[in-house]
T-cell receptor, first 111, second 116 residues
Framework: DAKTTQPPSMDCAEGRAANLPCNHS???????VYWYRQIHSQGPQYIIH???NNETNEMASLIITEDRKSSTLILPHATLRDTAVYYC????????????FGTGTSLTVIP | GAVVSQHPSWVICKSGTSVKIECRSL??????MFWYRQFPKQSLMLMAT?????????EQGVEKDKFLINHASLTLSTLTVTSAHPEDSSFYICSARDSGFQGEQYFGPGTRLTVT
């Protein structure tokens, strides 16, 4: 699986959009971009995933660049409960392969 | 959505004893489950892949005789930490792959192990 690079930490004001970047310059054509988050002392929570088109669900939006070498997770209106470590992972989907987690981005939402 | 449970959620044991952690898929069948370990302020590290009815595959550096994995049914995998020592204190997390729906994986809530 391709390696990802994320900033170690970010702050965001409550109610504002949180934009979390991820670089995955060695991504392969059949690898998806997954985003998970982990709130302190809990298991990872699935957020969203995509291949090449932008994706949106009730939690977030995922913007993938045309060359697929980077992506951005957008939390449109951050709340205090969004404070967590966010992991960007690239992986071939539906293969049952394990996830290899990087160091992630620690997002702190500030009141 | 699919639910994965772990039991216990936390456990404290004495050095030298063994501890068993269960991982269950509650509403789906999982032929494959994964076990991760997470030390404070660090990321999740994959320990092993557990396949129903066969031996687990361990990541490099993980002692298979110390971390015994059993995946006897399609909904249950267990991790036994044998002869636990304080350095085994960690947060253990499992994930289960849905054998049916698109093969996606779902994570459990984790088990906090403290060895005194």
């Amino acid at each position: 699986d391709a390696k990802t690079t994320q900033p170690p930490s970010m702050d965001c004001a409550e109610g504002r959009a949180a934009n979390l970047p991820c670089n995955h310059s060695t991504i392969s054509g059949n690898e998806y971009v997954y985003w998970y988050r982990q709130i302190h002392s809990q298991g990872p929570q699935y957020i969203i995933h995509g291949l090449k088109n932008n994706e949106t669900n009730e939690m977030a939006s995922l913007i993938i660049t045309e060359d697929r070498k980077s992506s951005t997770l957008i939390l449109p209106h951050a709340t205090l409960r969004d404070t967590a470590v966010y992991y960007c992972i690239v992986r071939v989907a539906n293969t049952g392969n394990q996830f290899y987690f990087g160091t992630g981005t620690s997002l702190t939402v500030i009141p | 959505g699919a639910v994965v449970s772990q039991h216990p959620s936390w456990v404290i044991c004495k050095s030298g004893t063994s501890v068993k952690i269960e991982c269950r898929s509650l509403d789906f069948q999982a032929t494959t489950m994964f076990w991760y370990r997470q030390f404070p302020k660090q990321s999740l590290m994959l320990m092993a892949t557990s396949n129903e009815g066969s031996k687990a595959t361990y990541e490099q550096g993980v002692e298979k005789d110390k971390f015994l994995i059993n995946h006897a049914s399609l909904t249950l995998s267990t991790l036994t930490v044998t002869s636990a020592h304080p350095e085994d204190s960690s947060f253990y997390i499992c994930s289960a792959r849905d054998s049916g729906f698109q093969g996606e994986q779902y994570f459990g809530p984790g088990t906090r192990l403290t060895v005194t």
